[in-house]
């Protein structure tokens, strides 16, 4: 089953050594473009009383320039990106008793839901107008992310992303995409189903905080 062009399939797979990771995926003959590491800053928005998180929707923005100017090159001015992101599906239970693949299994392997984006071109007005709807900025969480791409030749890999993403709370690889060529990316890559992460950024981030007994704040790197 393939995603539909507004629905998410993905599962995050956690890297404990980056290098070998990208051997692996050099190995695929995947690569990373010009300009293909992205700083990413990104804003959660939601009502005072958490009215969308109740219900799993996210609403994001998101600002997005090249991790290295190059050389004698202007500032880039940042990319911004509006995402919505309805709640996570779940699993049908009779399908599920009924050992059918995919669509009983892809609420547990993988993080199935509706996204919507669209790039704006002036995301401080776009605050402006979230905030005067009542929404506010309530939790920011950064990271830089390298784009692969995988050749022509792998057709197995039609329409899958390959990003890896350096994160606070460590490094992480997301696969997003058909399921099928999820998993034969992920079986290529050295990892099994058991390894699959579905959880967003945002619960692995308060999940590390529990356990490190911190309070939470922004998922940021320390300041330069």
Same mark, same amino acid.
């Given at each position: ?5 507004? @629905?998410?399939?993905?599962? $995050?797979?956690?890297?404990?050594? +980056?290098?070998? #990771?990208?051997?692996? #995926?050099? /190995? ?8 293909? &590491? ?7 928005? =939601?009502?005072? @009383? ?11 923005? /998101?600002?997005?320039?090249? %991790? ?5 090159? !202007?500032?880039?001015? +940042? ?10 599906? $779940? ?5 599920? %008793? ?12 993988? $993080?199935? /839901? ?15 107008? #979230?905030? %005067? ?6 939790? &920011? ?7 692969? !791409? ?7 890999? %039609? ?18 995409? +058909? +399921?099928?060529?999820?998993? &034969? ?25 529990? $356990? ?5 704040? =922004?998922? #940021?790197?320390?300041?330069?």
């Amino acid at each position: 089953m393939k995603p539909s062009g507004n @629905q998410e399939i993905e599962v $995050k797979l956690r890297v404990t050594h +980056p290098p070998a #990771l990208r051997r692996r #995926l050099a /190995r695929l003959g995947a690569r990373g473009g010009p300009g293909a &590491r992205i700083h990413e800053t990104n804003t959660l928005f =939601d009502t005072p @009383q958490g009215g969308l998180a109740k219900h799993g929707q996210l609403l994001r923005l /998101r600002l997005e320039k090249p %991790a290295r100017k190059a050389r004698g090159s !202007r500032e880039a001015i +940042p990319r911004a990106v509006l995402t919505y992101k309805g709640p996570a599906e $779940k699993p049908n239970a009779a399908e599920a %008793a009924q050992g059918k693949s995919f669509s009983a299994t892809r609420g547990k392997r993988y $993080k199935v /839901r509706e996204e919507l984006e669209v790039v704006v071109a002036d995301p401080q007005q776009l605050r402006l107008i #979230l905030e %005067a709807l009542g929404l506010r900025g309530w939790f &920011r969480y950064e990271k830089y992310r390298t784009t692969y !791409r995988l050749p022509a030749s792998q057709r197995w890999a %039609a329409g899958l992303h390959v990003e890896l993403d350096e994160t606070p709370i460590g490094n992480f690889v997301e696969l997003e995409g +058909p +399921p099928e060529a999820i998993d &034969r990316a992920a079986q290529l890559l050295g990892y099994r189903p058991a390894d699959y992460i579905s959880k967003t950024y945002l619960s692995l981030y308060l999940s590390q905080c529990r $356990k490190q007994g911190v309070e939470p704040g =922004d998922m #940021l790197f320390p300041a330069k």
